[in-house]
């Protein structure tokens, strides 16, 4: 998912009273064994902030350090919020949050594909009023 980290949270990991982005766009790039790009494509979130990467046209070679879990990254491109629009490091989203595998597979009639999940990972406001102490 991508959210619009609340301000209160700015500078912080914290998803706590964040929002969903729909129409927010993220990157999955994954480099080979000689640290060279070798997939990128961007997605777009659904209306409720979730983002589904189908690596269509990601090839590997035998090679283990190419397989996604060890060479596919995910990162924040930009979101529509002209209020939410600036990146945060949640998950390392800046540098791209890691894939990791939960154990979920999709079977089709001739096939079968394995889930990875990322992030979640947020954008920030570019203006969070000062903090009121009370």
Request: proline content about 8%.
């Amino acid at each position: 998912m991508v959210y619009c980290q609340h301000c209160e949270h700015s500078g912080s990991w914290s998803l706590s009273e964040a929002k969903p982005i729909p129409a927010a766009n993220i990157s999955v790039i994954c480099k080979n064994y000689k640290d060279q790009v070798s997939y990128c494509k961007v997605f777009e979130t659904d209306g409720n902030g979730y983002f589904y990467a189908q690596l269509e046209g990601f090839t590997m070679s035998q090679c283990l350090v190419e397989h996604p879990l060890q060479s596919c990254h995910v990162k924040p491109v930009s979101s529509p919020l002209k209020d939410c629009n600036l990146l945060t490091n949640i998950n390392y989203g800046l540098y791209g949050s890691p894939l990791r595998f939960e154990g979920k597979k999709l079977y089709g009639s001739n096939y079968e594909a394995v889930i990875y999940a990322a992030g979640p990972l947020a954008f920030r406001p570019d203006h969070c009023p000062p903090p009121t102490h009370v």
